[in-house]
């Protein structure tokens, strides 16, 4: 910086050039201005690089986690796309035969499922002509009858020459068959996969021991530095307080995060799709969820719980090719670990709801034989069991769960005392409800015998409020719904008739079936048929997403939570690990981000 005394001096040399050189008059305002814009160019710049280091750095201290029944997404929030990882651990257990957590063992209701497959069927070939459907069948059955074995690729399996205690990720999905290890899925639509076998103390054992190998092993972080990090994990749509609990738990007080909380998945999907209004389906391994949100907070009479997805598409699939001219019927069997992984490559490049001749296929078997063959309908129809859940031989009512959570969590002590106060003033104010009923109606009060009291004249004095619209509410499902009418009804329980019309212009999906070829716009022409007249008027177009922002729909909540991340107004979110020891629940009631 120049002072008074240079500055002056500096204008009497111009002054002193101007007037040895006139023709310097217009050029030295001129180079003047020059310097000036160049100086406040370079300011810019120098300001710009600083934004960008900051913009760098923003989202590297966080690690966002969304546990799922069978993968793990994980990565650091500066991060563009997540890792993602088996969510399962491999125990060394002798004596303990190995099942399958995966494959799902379909009942066998030989009546009701093949009725379910004949609507399948017609919804599938509503569009082809029968011709056509019986060339392409027997075509498909042409060449399997002439399929055979050959030799192919033996598998990959893990080396356990070790004997490690436990194994990990993707090396746990690949140990040999008939080796000493089990494998366990800590997690299940969205909860704790606890049974008589398997005590929720192994189970929060495990979920520590899958979490830190992912941490070390995948975002190569040592067990010391964990405490220089935050973590965001995300938690079902249809939430279980005792799972955040244990999650905040987990990153905190096990893992020894510096700082934790936790957000619905359905309510970051619509973060990273930029919306404010969405019906978000996640369509997941062992679950499907409904939930509408509404300027970022999921409305709780809209959330919907389906105890079907993947797994039951798979077995689904599997049942299908029994009934085929498939030649490795009786080679396989899906309840064996390598089979079912066979059996869910084939249906994950096989699935689509387009129109579509017999496709090529091949399997390889563990001992190594590789068989191809042709499949026509069976992957288009499993995937269709989605929309008649008979199909996959979902057909009970306590398959479905409608509306918010009800869990108990014994160390919730203020949300257990603020329920039963609500419900003994339910039940106090009762006879006042039914005396308010009975003057509406236009009845006497007192016309079963009872005598007049103070009540009823104060009911007769209040002042009547102005009654809102009355809104049309569905009737409560009476049986498990299909992904269409589940979608339906989740949106008709939506408040008012504006809010219903945005969730139908924005149908965003996520989980892994979101990925199936053709699903949205299937989707998107089922619930076209489904539009009730009252709200036909006000929808320009149903809207059903996969995808927004260049993010597949698989990773859309995970995204979502990194733009949560680097929000200033996010930090009044997290919790430390003292506010935890000193606080526990109450602070995670006070600070998650959705009504408690």
């Not at 002042?463 to 569905?474: K, N, W, Y």
Request: with cysteine; charged share 25%.
């Amino acid at each position: 910086a120049m002072d008074e005394d240079d500055v002056l001096e500096e204008d009497a040399l111009e002054d002193t050039a101007m007037d040895e050189d006139p023709g310097l008059q217009p050029a030295l305002p001129a180079v003047r201005a020059e310097a000036g814009a160049a100086a406040a160019t370079a300011k810019v710049e120098e300001v710009d690089a600083e934004e960008r280091e900051k913009e760098t750095k923003r989202g590297t201290d966080v690690i966002i986690i969304q546990p799922g029944s069978r993968t793990l997404l994980l990565g650091f929030g500066s991060d563009e796309q997540p890792r993602r990882v088996p969510h399962v651990i491999a125990r060394r257990v002798v004596g303990l035969t190995d099942a399958n957590e995966f494959y799902a063992h379909v009942p066998e209701t030989a009546t009701a499922r093949q009725a379910a497959l004949e609507e399948t069927q017609r919804l599938a070939r509503r569009a082809k002509k029968p011709a056509a459907v019986q060339a392409a069948q027997s075509e498909t059955d042409a060449f399997n009858s002439a399929s055979v074995a050959h030799v192919g690729p033996s598998p990959q399996w893990t080396d356990t020459s070790a004997n490690p205690k436990a194994v990990f990720g993707d090396d746990a999905l690949h140990i040999r068959p008939g080796e000493p290890y089990r494998i366990f899925s800590p997690i299940r639509s969205g909860r704790l996969n606890i049974s008589a076998t398997y005590s929720k103390a192994v189970a929060l054992e495990d979920i520590e021991a899958i979490w830190t190998s992912a941490f070390m092993t995948v975002l190569g972080l040592s067990r010391r530095e964990f405490k220089n990090y935050r973590v965001i994990i995300l938690v079902a749509d249809h939430y279980d307080r005792t799972m955040s609990h244990i999650f905040v738990a987990m990153a905190l007080a096990r893992l020894g995060f510096a700082k934790a909380t936790v957000h619905q998945a359905s309510v970051c999907a619509t973060y990273a799709a930029c919306l404010a209004n969405a019906c978000v389906v996640h369509l997941g391994h062992s679950s499907t969820t409904v939930s509408c949100i509404d300027e970022g907070v999921s409305i709780p009479a809209s959330r919907l719980h389906l105890d079907y997805g993947g797994r039951d598409v798979v077995a689904t699939y599997w049942w299908l090719l029994q009934q085929s001219s498939f030649p490795a019927k009786n080679v396989f069997d899906p309840a064996q670990r390598h089979d079912y992984f066979a059996v869910l490559n084939l249906l994950q490049q096989q699935s689509h709801l387009q129109d579509k001749g017999p496709q090529d296929g091949a399997i390889v078997t563990a001992e190594g034989e590789r068989w191809t063959f042709k499949t026509y309908e069976e992957a288009t129809l499993a995937v269709l069991g989605l929309f008649v859940p008979g199909l996959l031989g979902v057909s009970t009512l306590g398959a479905l769960h409608v509306g918010p959570d009800q869990s108990c969590d014994p160390e919730d002590v203020i949300y257990e005392d603020n329920r039963m106060h609500a419900e003994a003033r339910d039940v106090d104010d009762e006879p006042k409800n039914r005396k308010r009923k009975q003057l509406d109606d236009g009845a006497s009060p007192d016309a079963d015998g009872d005598e007049k009291d103070g009540d009823e004249e104060e009911l007769r004095e209040e002042p009547i409020a102005p009654q809102a619209v009355a809104v049309a509410v569905p009737p409560a499902p009476t049986s498990v719904l299909g992904l269409a009418d589940a979608i339906t009804h989740s949106i008709l329980m939506c408040p008012s008739d504006s809010t219903r019309s945005r969730m139908y212009g924005a149908i965003l999906l996520t989980g892994g079936g979101s990925a199936i070829p053709g699903l949205a716009s299937f989707l998107q022409e089922r619930l076209q048929e489904r539009l009730p007249s009252s709200l036909a008027r006000s929808i320009d177009k149903i809207e059903v997403s996969a995808e927004a922002k260049e993010t597949e729909g698989q990773c859309l909540p995970w995204r979502g939570a990194c733009i949560m991340a680097i929000l200033p107004s996010a930090e009044e979110c997290f919790m430390t690990r003292r506010e935890w020891h000193e606080y526990g629940l109450r602070v995670l009631r006070e600070r998650c981000p959705f009504v408690w």
